[in-house]
């Protein structure tokens, strides 16, 4: 069954200081893969996503992703964190046969907080 | 466009009351989702819609939850008699549906429900 590992419950970066957010993912066949975040109160919002072509995928926000077909995950990145970057980070893989990739798998989220 | 809109944003009831969350796609989306946000299960998936048929509902807890989509505008989420593990954040969400790589999940601001 398809599956989405996301092993850092909760992250504390300063802000200027680089950040990456790791996502490992199962699945049989090539993945379509995403990345929302969610800021407290609010519902989730789609920073990029991967369905194929380069595996480097750029988003909004200033954050990329990089899909690794041999290591099985889909990291997110970017290089100077911001303050109003703190928010809950989800990625996700849609479920395959979904004829509409809205059918998703979320992981379990991880909490990017920024120290001053 | 105004987004997904959901209402309420917080519901209080007491155990064996029914519940009906709301919700308004943007305009012109073909596909509507339910979702649910717990800490111990994270996001999952109730039950999506597409152009106002349910398509999957099998994310469906059990028979005392029932949604409709009774018009493209408009779609509801039923819960009775509510208990106190229904206790969650619900979100809304619709998207396109074209079948491409341009689509993407909207979500509404979630409504907060909590079953004493």
């Known amino acids: 069954a398809q599956s989405v590992t996301q092993p850092d419950i909760h992250i504390t970066v300063s802000e200027g200081a680089s950040l990456e957010l790791r996502c490992n993912y199962s699945y049989g066949a090539t993945p379509y893969l995403f990345w929302y975040v969610q800021s407290p109160g609010q519902g989730l919002q789609l920073l990029l996503k991967?369905?194929?072509?380069?595996?480097l995928v750029q988003g909004i926000k200033g954050f990329e992703a990089e899909f690794k077909r041999s290591q099985s995950s889909f990291n997110l990145r970017k290089p100077s964190v911001h303050w109003s970057d703190a928010a809950e980070y989800f990625c996700?893989?849609?479920?395959?046969?979904?004829?509409?990739?809205?059918?998703?798998?979320f992981g379990q989220g991880t909490t990017l907080q920024v120290k001053p | 466009d105004a987004g997904v809109i959901q209402s309420p944003r917080h519901e209080v009831t007491e155990m064996g009351q029914e519940v009906t969350l709301r919700c308004k796609p943007i305009?012109?989306?073909?596909?509507l989702f339910w979702y649910r946000q717990t800490m111990m299960r994270g996001l999952e998936l109730l039950i999506y819609?597409?152009?106002?048929?349910?398509?999957?509902d099998s994310g469906m807890p059990e028979d005392r939850f029932s949604a409709k989509m009774p018009n493209a505008s408009f779609s509801t989420l039923k819960i009775q008699p509510s208990e106190p593990r229904d206790s969650a954040v619900y979100f809304c969400?619709?998207?396109?549906?074209?079948?491409?790589?341009?689509?993407?999940?909207?979500f509404g601001s979630g409504t907060q429900l909590s079953v004493l």
């Open positions: 969400a619709s998207s396109l549906g074209t079948g491409g790589t341009n689509e993407k999940l909207f």
């Open positions: 991967y369905f194929s072509g380069d595996t």
């Open positions: 305009s012109g989306h073909d596909y």
């Open positions: 996700a893989v849609a479920i395959h046969g979904s004829s509409n990739t809205g059918k998703l798998i």
């Open positions: 819609f597409n152009n106002n048929v349910p398509i999957d």
